[in-house]
Structures are given as C-alpha cells and as structure tokens.
C-alpha cells in the first residue's frame, strides 16, 4: 500500500517538475527603432563686408593752407650752418624746420637779451621741452631744449618773446639730430645802420668844408624862451644855419616862417640835419612859431638888416 501511494506521489511530482521552465539566458534588449531624423537646414552666417574708413578729401580751405605752409616752411641749408648750428635769417610767419632724435638733445637759441613770455608745443606727451639761460647782463640769452620719446614723430613749437614770435616744425628722425639753430636779424640789423648813419650825420659838421672866415654870425635871436630856442644862427653868403640846443631831437620841432617887407610870414623850404635848420636862402627876418592857445614865437633878425633895407628902399 505504501508503494502505492509513494509512486502516486513521484507520479505528481515529476508533472510539477515539467511544468517548471529552466531559467532562460538574458536576451538582448531589442532595440525600439525610432522615427527618421528631421533634416534641419542651417542658414550660413551673413557676411557683414568690413567697414573701410572713407578717406578724407581735403577741402579747397585745407589744400590752401598746406600750400601756405609748405611754401613759409625754412628747410636747413649747408651755407647757413656755422659749425653744428643752423643759422636761419628771422622773418615774420616763416616756419623753421629743426630735425630732432631719440636720446639726444637740440639747442633752440634765441637773440640775446630776449626773454621768453611763453613756449607751447603741439605733443606735450611725445616730447620734452625745457629752457635754460647762458650768459649774464646785455649777453644772457634764453636757449630752448627739446628732445623726442621715439622716431618718426611729428610736432609744431611756438615761442613768444618780448619782442617776436618764433614758430618751428620738429620732426623726429631714428639717429640725425640738428645740434643748434638760431637767427639772424636783418630787420634789426638795418635800424641799427640807420641809426648809426643818423649818428654820424648828427655828429658831422653842418658847417664842413666852409671857411670860417666866410660866416656871417651877425643875427640876434629874441622873443620868447621855450626849450628849443635856438642857440644862434648865421650864414655862409649862400645858406642859413640855425642851431638848436640837443633837447630839439626829442620833442617838437617849430616850422620857419620868414618875414617879408611888409611883415606878412611866408613859410619857407628847409631841412634838418642833426641840430640845424639848412635854409637855401638868406633873410633879414624869421620867425619860429609853435603852439596854438599860447604860442611860442622866437625871432631871429640877420643885424644891420633894417639899415641895408632902408638904405635900398630910399
């Protein structure tokens, strides 16, 4: 009997076992297909064209000035150097070209006894500019010195003085620099001549080359007595001379008038020359007058002049 049911039971047992699968190996994972790919189209970027600065085209004002000042510029020139200096003849509104470098310092010398009233450079931060002195009382002179940062610059200078105004183009070069540069003063120089030439006629006899045994010192001189009375007068036979004192060359001179027969006053042709009065003529009677309100009149009467007169008329 209990065979029977042991046997009974393998019998349920085994079907349990065959209905239970053997475990599977892992499949791979079957991939879910996905939907095609939208084609996206891109724009290339735009090209922006580069920005080229409009070149300028001067203006018919711009073009004159440039004209203007290439044809004021004063380039350095081998006659004009007196050893490392550059001397430039000075003229108003001229521009003096002076050539400068790195490292090394140009002298800019001023006449002497010249004091600056002010210096003004166009590029203050490229360039050193300074000033110094030499010499001492009539001979002191102001020297102005500039000296540029790098090459291949480009700048103007002013300076004003008590007695000019100076304008100057420095350009930088890699290695040549200008030593020096100063002026000479034409204008200055002709009213030097002109005065020594006033001085010596001033100085000259008025009376050379007459015989003194010639002159004729008889007149009087009367009337009133302002700072340019006359000392005296004469005459050669030819000319009157009348000498004034040396306070006549500074302040006003009185016209001439000489008076006639019958007292009326002509004004009469004459010149100046340093002290005296020149008249291309002789008189009996003159008259320097000078002022309007209160004027001055002073007489000059050639003596013996009423007697010869008389004697003429009888």
Do not use: C
């Not at 102001?142 to 183009?169: C, E, M, W």
């Amino acid at each position: 009997m209990n065979r029977i049911l042991l046997a009974a039971s393998a019998l349920v047992a085994v079907p349990a076992f065959a209905q239970t699968s053997p475990p599977q190996p892992p499949q791979a994972a079957t991939a879910i297909p996905s939907s095609p790919p939208v084609a996206t189209t891109i724009a290339p970027p735009s090209v922006v064209p580069p920005v080229v600065p409009r070149r300028h085209k001067p203006s018919p004002a711009e073009l004159r000035v440039r004209t203007a000042n290439a044809k004021a510029t004063q380039e350095p020139a081998a006659p004009a150097f007196v050893n490392a200096v550059q001397v430039y003849p000075y003229g108003e509104g001229v521009l003096y070209r002076l050539f400068a470098a790195p490292e090394r310092v140009s002298d800019i010398a001023l006449q002497p006894g010249e004091a600056i009233v002010s210096v003004a450079a166009g590029d203050t931060a490229r360039w050193t500019v300074g000033d110094t002195t030499s010499g001492s009382g009539e001979s002191r002179r102001v020297h102005i010195l500039v000296k540029p940062f790098a090459a291949g610059l480009s700048t103007n200078l002013v300076i004003t003085t008590d007695r000019r105004a100076y304008h100057l183009q420095l350009d930088s070069t890699p290695a040549t620099a200008m030593a020096a540069l100063s002026w000479t003063y034409p204008q200055d120089e002709m009213i030097a001549i002109r005065r020594q030439q006033a001085s010596a006629e001033a100085a000259r006899p008025v009376a050379a080359g007459l015989a003194v045994e010639q002159l004729n010192f008889a007149y009087a001189v009367t009337g009133d007595r302002p700072a340019w009375r006359p000392l005296r007068a004469f005459d050669d036979g030819r000319q009157t001379f009348v000498e004034f004192p040396a306070s006549v060359s500074v302040g006003e001179a009185p016209p001439l008038f000489v008076i006639g027969d019958r007292g009326d006053a002509q004004l009469v042709n004459y010149r100046m020359t340093g002290r005296f009065y020149v008249v291309d003529r002789l008189f009996d009677t003159a008259e320097l007058r000078l002022g309007t309100k209160k004027q001055a009149v002073v007489r000059i009467v050639r003596v013996g002049a009423d007697s010869s007169r008389r004697r003429r008329t009888s």
